[in-house]
């Protein structure tokens, strides 16, 4: 499978699985047979390894790797490099220390969020911009993915969270907070948010 084809959902089901780190590699970038495949796999990169830092597990445990089907000893050994890396890491939640119970609760809300159509649509239009822009540098495609992508990740995953969170009964802000890894000023407007929607069902 071309790894263009590689969904964020993958990814963050291999982790909610119990897989420590995960490696996804590719074509050379400008050999994907393809053509621009390899290049749509950079975008799903920086949407992993935003949803990584919004949950609190290390970036270091995904690695896209871009190698040619002519190099493979060079393919082994970036294997034994990265298997090296997660090994001093530990099992997941252990270098970010997170408990087990807060990794599983994360990593599900995570997946939530890569489920989530609006998501989805604004992943897949960033790539449509893209190709008509015929700019797939590594610049553009961070770019791209922070401004337009990474505040509705933010706000999907979030919302996601205290909702299932408060679903157990009320709870403090500081628990919310503790729970979620989010700042004060993520949460509020986004309590605020429930409580008129409460108000105006309730």
Do not use: H
């Not at 909610?16 to 780190?21: E, Q």
């Not at 290049?39 to 390894?49: D, P, S």
């Not at 503790?178 to 309590?191: I, M, Y």
């Amino acid at each position: 499978m071309c790894s263009g084809r590689v969904d964020p959902l993958f990814v963050m089901e291999a982790f909610r699985n119990g897989a420590d780190a995960v490696m996804v590699g590719g074509c050379k970038l400008g050999e994907c047979k393809y053509v621009d495949g390899n290049f749509q796999a950079l975008i799903m990169g920086e949407m992993i390894t935003w949803l990584l830092r919004l949950i609190g597990i290390r970036e270091e445990r995904f690695k896209l790797e871009w190698v040619s089907s002519a190099e493979p000893t060079r393919l082994v050994e970036d294997i034994k490099v990265f298997f090296n890396r997660v090994k001093d890491l530990g099992k997941i939640g252990v270098s970010e220390g997170l408990s087990v119970e807060d990794v599983e609760f994360r990593l599900s809300s995570a997946v939530e969020v890569c489920k989530n159509m609006q998501v989805r649509t604004t992943y897949g239009n960033i790539a449509k911009e893209l190709k008509k822009l015929r700019d797939f540098s590594v610049d553009t495609i961070s770019r791209k993915v922070e401004e337009k992508l990474l505040p509705l990740l933010k706000n999907k995953l979030y919302e996601i969270e205290v909702k299932a969170l408060l679903k157990e009964g009320p709870k403090s802000i500081d628990y919310l907070l503790t729970k979620t890894g989010a700042k004060e000023e993520e949460l509020t407007p986004l309590l605020n948010k429930l409580v008129k929607s409460s108000e105006v069902t309730g």
